[in-house]
């Protein structure tokens, strides 16, 4: 397994850790109506999860799984995708403070705007590896 899928990997597993923990809070909350504070965190919830979780765990597998080149590089410009596991990391981050920071809601859209970037890289060096087995 390429040493970026292993990154991508791990990270996605951390922020899977982290989104069930703040899942179990909100649900703990649901439950005893103890911290109703604990609701704003549900944006924060669903970023982790959806982003850091199934995004990264999506892009790790494919960056090891999809058919590789004949010659070298193998698998593309590895260094899209170190740039794409760096932009969504810190889109993610950008997303969160927002979270943490809801007057500095320019973070939101930088975080997105990487998150987007991030995307991007990832499916410029994935593209050419997607082939056709037909006709």
């Known amino acids: 397994m390429p040493r970026l899928s292993i990154w991508l990997i791990r990270a996605a597993l951390l922020y899977l850790l982290l989104g069930f923990t703040i899942g179990a809070l909100i649900l703990i909350q649901k439950g005893t109506n103890l911290f109703p504070e604990v609701w704003q965190l549900l944006p924060l919830h669903i970023e982790t999860l959806l982003f850091g979780w199934t995004l990264q765990l999506i892009?790790?597998?494919?960056?090891?799984?999809?058919?590789?080149?004949?010659?070298?590089?193998?698998?593309?410009?590895?260094?899209?995708?170190?740039?794409?596991f760096v932009l969504l990391n810190l889109g993610l981050g950008f997303v969160v403070g927002s979270v943490v920071f809801p007057d500095a809601s320019w973070l939101f859209f930088l975080g997105r705007l990487a998150e987007l970037a991030g995307v991007g890289a990832f499916v410029v060096n994935a593209w050419p590896r997607v082939k056709s087995f037909g006709p």
């Open 59 to 84: 892009m790790g597998t494919a960056f090891w799984i999809l058919p590789r080149f004949a010659q070298e590089p193998k698998r593309g410009n590895e260094k899209l995708v170190g740039g794409a």
